[in-house]
């Protein structure tokens, strides 16, 4: 503990000395009353974070009893489909309310078209029916995109180096229904095509999946914070230009309100902001705008700048991850997708 006068400095409402000096500021107002110990800062603090506030993103990948560790995220796995279970019970005993589910695609099922994407049996669809299968109760969010399936890693078809917006619209309505088919609560398109959501909530309700919840990836930009994840599906390596023609550019800040009103207008039940800790104001400004349930996506950047800071005993990774996290409630989250889902509810839980 810092010591400064001969008594620790966190001890402010320690008995006086008697050698103290008179006070020299005419202060009426003195803020830093209510921060004079834990039990003050406490009862005036404005934003909690709870292990309701969590999804729990997991890499799925074929094989058994397997866990590969994604090199660019030190701490998260690729897991195959039985340990994707077991991480389903890490996140029901911890109390997360809902996992994420993305998978790596064998290289040779990946083509031009990401037909992958719309077979009910591929490594998604099972998953689902595996987790739900042992935990009827957990939440189980599927997204809905191309890119971990395509042999050039984009999110939609592509036709003379353009992508086709509403062809791919097409293909991923067919995704959401196989995804929907094998038991998934929440379909998250994460594409950014104009009109999916639309399309997505009408192919739902025409099926007879009117509880499926739809969460719009509304407001994604296109970020350097992606690189790990593009490692720890695949796509890194795979993928050729970059995708400025359908995600956002991150200058922007009232298109992301359009492109929320739109997909509320679809029928979006739930919106999303990503990345997140460079995008806090959007995160604010769709709150305070819509008034709707509202997520952030911590991503994988974001997620390996603070693991690997910690990692080099830079910065203490532990508090780290609990202030970006209640950064994002502060800024008017609803609910985070974060690679720390884990350690920040095991953390939740030890503090009671
Ligand atoms: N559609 C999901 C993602 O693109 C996640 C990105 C990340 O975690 O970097
Ligand atoms: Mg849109």
């Known amino acids: 503990m810092a010591i ?3 008594r620790p400095i966190e001890m402010r409402d320690a008995p006086r000395p008697k050698t103290a000096l008179a006070p020299s500021l005419d202060l009426v107002v003195r803020p830093r009353r209510n921060r004079k110990s834990e039990w003050a800062r406490r009862l005036v603090r404005e934003n909690v974070l709870t292990a309701d506030d969590l999804i729990w993103p997991l890499f799925v990948v074929d094989g058994h009893n397997k866990r590969t560790p994604v090199a660019s995220m030190p701490g998260v796995d690729r897991l195959t ?10 996140a029901m005993k911890l109390n997360i309310p809902c996992i994420a589910l993305f998978p790596y695609t064998e290289p040779s099922l990946r083509d031009e078209f990401g037909s992958e994407a719309t077979n009910a049996d591929n490594l998604v669809c099972q998953s689902v029916r595996a ?5 009827p109760n957990l939440g189980v969010l599927c997204d809905v995109a191309l890119d971990p399936f395509t042999s050039h890693g984009h999110d939609g ?6 992508i086709l917006n509403d062809e791919t619209v097409a293909v991923l309505v067919r995704q959401a229904l ?14 950014m095509m104009d009109g999916r959501v639309g399309a997505i909530r009408e192919g739902l309700d025409a099926a007879g999946f009117l509880d499926v919840q739809i969460m719009s990836y509304a407001a994604k930009y296109a970020s350097a914070f992606y690189g790990p994840f593009r490692d720890a599906i695949g796509s890194a390596k795979t993928l050729t230009g970059d995708k400025r023609t359908y995600q956002m550019d991150s200058a922007n800040s009232d298109e992301a309100l359009r492109e929320v009103e739109l997909d509320i207008a679809e029928g979006a039940d739930m919106v999303m902001v990503k990345p997140g800790m460079p995008y806090l104001d959007i995160v604010r400004r769709v709150k305070d705008t819509f008034a709707m349930p509202t997520f952030v996506y911590q991503v994988s950047g974001e997620y390996a700048m603070i ?3 910690s990692g080099n005993g830079w910065i203490d990774g532990e ?11 502060r800024a008017g989250a609803d609910g985070i997708l974060t690679y720390f889902a884990p350690q920040a509810a095991e953390k939740l839980k030890q503090q009671g």
Do not use: N
């Open 4 to 6: 400064k006068f001969g």
């Open 81 to 90: 489909v039985d340990q994707a279970v077991r991480d389903a019970e890490r």
């Open 131 to 135: 987790i739900k299968k042992e935990f």
């Open 157 to 162: 078809l592509i036709e003379d180096g353009k």
């Open 178 to 191: 196989v995804q929907a088919e094998a038991g998934c609560d929440i379909i998250a398109p994460s594409d």
């Open 307 to 309: 693991a690997a800071a």
């Open 319 to 329: 508090r780290a991850m609990m202030e970006s996290l209640l950064g994002f409630k």
